[in-house]
């Protein structure tokens, strides 16, 4: 990665209070064993707005999570369990955090992250928030589920949508009582919806008491 620049033995150790001696001669401490780890297994990198975020594979995908997340904690208490058998310490957790933290900022890598939807060129991606971290993406020629390649984040709250299924956007009209040139309207208000940026149409319903607005 151009401009990167990764902790060596001797930054980790002054940073984590002390030198490391080869593993000839002492053990590593808890909190440089998991820091080792994590710069092996995990990418590490800031959005625009300067959150510290790191990347990670699980179970066949990536996620992407800020350092400051209860599940990027979750990650790298896993992986110290994964490898030594035992839990570490939350103080010890916390020092390597900070020290991650810096390592994203000092990287110089800065990546755009999204939320539930993102623009790529031509290219709309819709997240679907599953546990595979699977998206729709979206093409003129059609539409596909794949592993995005853009970066999205999850917040809590954030509900998985049904996977999509080959149709057409006639199927609609049983459901909207409107004539043919306010469903052309309705149908290209619903694509706005799906990109990242404005401006963004406004749906303004209007009908007498009894015609479906509600519904």
């Not at 984590?16 to 990198?45: N, R, V, Y």
């Not at 790298?76 to 955090?97: F, I, M, T």
């Not at 599953?130 to 999205?152: L, M, N």
Request: net charge negative; hydrophobic share 40%.
């Amino acid at each position: 990665m151009e401009g990167a620049h990764f902790l060596t033995a001797d930054e980790i150790s002054a940073l984590l209070g002390g030198e490391i001696p080869s593993e000839d001669h002492q053990k590593k401490s808890g909190a440089q064993k998991l820091l080792a780890l994590a710069l092996e297994h995990g990418d590490f990198w800031t959005s625009p707005d300067g959150t510290e975020f790191v990347s990670f594979s699980q179970s066949g995908h990536t996620e992407h999570w800020p350092l400051e997340s209860r599940r990027a904690r979750q990650w790298l208490a896993g992986l110290y369990y994964e490898v030594y058998g035992k839990p570490l310490s939350s103080q010890a957790v916390n020092d390597v955090v900070d020290i991650l933290k810096w390592q994203a900022t000092r990287s110089g890598k800065r990546v755009q992250v999204h939320i539930r939807t993102a623009e790529l060129y031509d290219i709309l991606f819709l997240d679907l928030c599953d546990d595979s971290w699977q998206a729709v993406e979206i093409t003129k020629h059609g539409w596909r589920i794949c592993s995005p390649y853009v970066a999205f984040r999850r917040s809590r709250g954030m509900l998985p949508l049904p996977h999509p299924e080959d149709g057409s956007i006639e199927l609609l009209r049983d459901f909207l009582n409107v004539d043919d040139e306010s469903f052309v309207l309705i149908v290209a208000w619903l694509l706005a919806a799906f990109r990242e940026k404005g401006p963004f149409p406004i749906l303004l319903l209007e009908g007498e008491q009894g015609s479906g607005k509600s519904t």
